[in-house]
């Protein structure tokens, strides 16, 4: 063995991902660094990764980093089931664009996404719902609709990744963020929350019931770490629809997880001062992707005093100090106070990701300060 029995490189990854999440890591840490945007923008443009990179899988990369990695790669083992009566299909426009289209016996609604040449993913021309009448579309959809497991997928993700970090998977986002970012923009969804609230409650209520289903599959299978993939900024979502409409749903969805043993966090992303005050009081074990300054709205010390003693950070390092325009130096020193606020209950990583212009050697950086910190505290 080359190394300290607590460098990463030398664990097995999967288990102290789970053992640090549910507090049984004896005073260890693990470094969890997210590096797909790094990965895929290079690849999209066409561009060499650096040696000894190149040619590696994803996986291999992360053991190159000697890192653990989040599989979010797990999310597939789960599948939306649609009803007998829902029928899903695309027309393409153009050579660039594509009409998505769902039809149910209460009407149709469709979206239409474009290629860009700037990115893999596809940006939306035209949301999929506008009108009370989209809405009750989409509560038919969610009433029909059941969830199924796919061990299949679930056992080559397994064999793909190893123990490179514990199973995760990431549910579909909540009430209010799910209208923002899936279905109707964040304009759109602002005005139909006043002009059809009705209509949007009756759908949120089935939508609610339609992730208690997938809690039940989640609870019957090997996957303890559940997040849900949020991706909340309290720019758009302001306290009192938090409090409305999140809270309520986040307290449920927590409920029923815990009972089948699993840890839950969630992923808020964006400006984060206003909705901290709630960390506390939804339900969560954690938050993914708090972001401090220099990047996000936050001290790591206003962080703290928001988790108290009671929350994992997950993540929390600022991914504009991976970029070469910021010396490594403030890199190291934010790291190093992370661990020392938050030591107890974290699950370091980037807030959110290494961009494309990021220096993917600072991985190795604070990967150091990781394993020098775990030799530290491990006893005999």
Known sequence: MKGRITDHKNQNLANLHEDVAFGRANGQIIWQPRIQCWLTDKKFEGIKLPVPYEGKTKAEIYRELGCSARIYEYNDSFHMIDGPRIKRYDNKLSEIKTEHVIETPVGKVSSVTEKTSSSPHEIIKKWWAETKEDIKVFTYIAENSDWGWNENYYQKTKEEWGDLGAPTIFMPRVNVQHLYIDIMGVEKAIYGLMDFEEEIKRYFQALDENHTR?????????????????????????????EKYVQPAYLKRCDHLHKGGKFVCSHWDGDTKALLQFARTCGLDGIEAITPKPQGDVTLEEVKE????????????????????????????????????????LILGISDEISSTGDIERIRTVGKIVDDYNASTYKL
Do not use: R, V, W
Request: glycine share 6%; charged share 20%.
């Open 214 to 242: 997938m809690i039940k599959c989640i609870n019957n299978s090997p996957i303890n770490i559940i997040n849900f993939g949020d991706n909340l900024h309290c720019g758009t979502l302001p306290p009192y629809y938090f």
């Open 306 to 345: 928001a988790l108290g003693d009671d929350i994992y950070l997950i993540d929390g390092i600022s991914a504009i100090l991976f970029d070469e325009i910021y010396p490594e130096q403030e890199l190291i020193e934010q790291t190093e106070k992370i661990i020392s606020l938050f030591k107890d209950k």
